[in-house]
């Protein structure tokens, strides 16, 4: 029941956003990957939440492994690079739009999505 909630609130904050990054600036190539990440956690949390089937069990293992991915990328660019790292040498990673500006802000994002990487965690390797 609970997962219920969070599935819908995640969502109407996720609709939210993605309206507000859509409108507020032109887009880069870590805008669309962050916006096709959200969708992808928006879906798994309501896909695990309702009992649903959508995608094979392969695919939600290669989100999550994807989603840990640009997870891990965001806390170490907030907490062990260099300020400027991503600028220079990743350049394509830098939002537009997305900024995450202090390290509380990253913290409060990954803990908010959590639950939806969980949920997608379960999708891929069973609800065992």
């Known amino acids: 029941m609970l997962l219920k909630v969070y599935s819908?609130?995640?969502?109407?904050?996720t609709i939210i956003g993605l309206v507000a990054i859509v409108k507020?600036?032109?887009?880069?190539?870590?805008?669309?990957?962050?916006?096709?990440?959200n969708i992808l956690l928006?879906?798994?949390a309501y896909v695990f939440a309702y009992n649903k089937k959508f995608l094979t069990n392969q695919t939600w293992k290669i989100i999550f492994w994807i989603l840990i991915l640009?997870?891990?990328?965001?806390?170490?660019?907030?907490?062990?690079?260099?300020?400027?790292?991503?600028?220079?040498y990743l350049s394509f990673l830098q939002s537009k739009a997305m900024a995450i500006s202090n390290p509380i802000d990253a913290v409060i994002s990954w803990i908010l999505a959590l639950p939806a990487i969980y949920s997608i965690y379960k999708l891929g390797f069973g609800k065992k």
């Open 8 to 13: 819908w609130i995640f969502t109407v904050f």
């Open 24 to 37: 507020d600036a032109p887009l880069v190539f870590a805008d669309v990957l962050g916006v096709i990440l």
């Open 42 to 44: 928006m879906t798994g």
């Open 70 to 88: 640009f997870s891990i990328e965001m806390l170490l660019e907030v907490y062990i690079l260099p300020k400027d790292f991503i600028n220079n």
